[in-house]
């Protein structure tokens, strides 16, 4: 189902629901990318309500008026707007890559807001981490007898030079899936109509993150934290993802044997049971 609500600033933002049980707050990555690519999580909503937010300019929400209101801090407003929508004290939240480092800018604002936190695959970048060669070669060598790794391959180098074409994101593509197959294939084709170029350039841009206060909320959250890594992911590589957990008091470190950047696509049981078991659980300390 298909619902709206009114941000801050008068846009109207849309989110769509699946599935029954408590609410549980889903925020896309991309970063602004239609959430329509989450899909429903591997069957997640077997399990929770999903609340799947389209970030403003993406999908059926509506584009602002003010494009700087497509950087990530700005958009906790968003979020907040979301919570008082649907009438909720706390939530639980989701986040995908690029929507971990929104769920977190949330979390540093508003503390007492958030319940469980899970981070799918996330970006580092609130948190203020860096992804090392060491990291990446981790994930990059064991797919090496694939058929599409050496242009793969020259593809990444050519991003990590700097001298990267306009085909490198599609050629680097593989590394980001645990299967190269069909349904990987159409899955990333549909990303360049998914994704909103403008609003991602703002998304990152200066003034966006502060890790140094989001690390102290996170040391600081009370509720339980899930990092799951899938095992194969080129973006969020198990050994970042790892120290991604340490910051985290309340973390539970999961990396997902075979998976990708997209965990749910790999192998949706796995990952839905890892996801659900830890949405059940128990919030004692």
Same mark, same amino acid.
């Given at each position: 189902?298909?619902?709206?609500?009114?941000?801050?600033?008068?846009?109207?933002?849309?989110?769509?629901?699946?599935?029954?049980?408590?609410?549980?707050?889903?925020?896309? &990555?991309? =970063?602004?990318?239609?959430? #329509?690519?989450?899909?429903?999580?591997?069957?997640? $909503?077997?399990?929770?309500?999903?609340?799947?937010?389209? !970030?403003?300019?993406?999908? *059926?929400?509506?584009?602002?008026?003010?494009?700087?209101?497509?950087?990530?801090?700005?958009?906790?407003?968003?979020?907040? #707007? %979301?919570?008082?929508?649907? &009438? %909720?004290?706390?939530?639980?939240?989701?986040?995908?890559?690029?929507?971990?480092?929104?769920?977190?800018?949330?979390?540093?604002?508003?503390?007492?807001?958030? $319940?469980?936190? @899970?981070?799918?695959?996330?970006?580092? *970048?609130?948190?203020?981490?860096?992804?090392?060669?060491?990291?990446?070669?981790?994930?990059?060598? !064991?797919?090496?007898?694939? !058929?599409?790794?050496? @242009? @793969?391959?020259?593809?990444?180098?050519?991003?990590?030079?700097?001298?990267?074409?306009?085909?490198?994101?599609?050629?680097?593509?593989?590394?980001?899936?645990? /299967?190269?197959?069909?349904?990987? /294939?159409?899955?990333?084709?549909?990303?360049?109509?998914?994704?909103?170029?403008?609003?991602? &350039?703002?998304?990152?841009?200066? $003034? @966006?993150?502060?890790?140094?206060?989001? /690390?102290?909320?996170?040391?600081?959250? *009370?509720? !339980? +934290?899930?990092?799951?890594?899938?095992?194969?992911?080129?973006?969020? =590589?198990?050994?970042?993802?790892?120290?991604? #957990?340490?910051?985290?008091?309340?973390?539970?470190?999961? +990396?997902?044997?075979?998976?990708?950047?997209?965990?749910?696509?790999?192998?949706?049981?796995?990952?839905?049971?890892?996801?659900?078991?830890?949405?059940?659980?128990?919030?004692?300390?």
């Amino acid at each position: 189902m298909i619902s709206t609500f009114a941000g801050i600033d008068g846009t109207t933002l849309a989110y769509r629901t699946v599935g029954v049980g408590d609410p549980l707050v889903c925020l896309p &990555g991309g =970063p602004m990318r239609d959430a #329509a690519y989450l899909g429903d999580l591997g069957g997640l $909503g077997a399990h929770r309500t999903l609340v799947i937010l389209d !970030p403003r300019g993406t999908g *059926r929400s509506e584009a602002p008026a003010d494009v700087s209101t497509y950087r990530c801090d700005r958009m906790v407003d968003d979020v907040e #707007a %979301l919570r008082g929508h649907l &009438g %909720l004290d706390r939530l639980d939240l989701l986040g995908h890559s690029a929507g971990a480092n929104l769920a977190l800018r949330y979390l540093t604002r508003h503390p007492d807001r958030v $319940g469980r936190l @899970a981070l799918i695959n996330p970006s580092i *970048r609130a948190v203020g981490l860096e992804v090392t060669a060491a990291q990446r070669q981790e994930v990059i060598q !064991p797919r090496a007898d694939e !058929p599409w790794f050496p @242009a @793969a391959a020259a593809a990444l180098e050519s991003v990590l030079s700097g001298q990267a074409d306009p085909d490198a994101r599609q050629a680097i593509a593989p590394f980001l899936y645990g /299967r190269w197959d069909e349904t990987a /294939r159409a899955h990333q084709a549909a990303e360049d109509g998914q994704r909103n170029d403008e609003a991602a &350039g703002v998304f990152s841009s200066e $003034g @966006a993150f502060d890790p140094p206060a989001t /690390r102290t909320a996170l040391a600081a959250h *009370r509720g !339980p +934290v899930l990092l799951l890594a899938g095992a194969v992911d080129l973006a969020a =590589p198990p050994g970042l993802v790892a120290r991604f #957990a340490e910051l985290s008091p309340r973390a539970t470190l999961v +990396v997902q044997p075979g998976a990708g950047h997209y965990p749910w696509l790999d192998d949706a049981e796995v990952f839905t049971a890892t996801v659900a078991a830890f949405l059940a659980g128990s919030d004692g300390a």
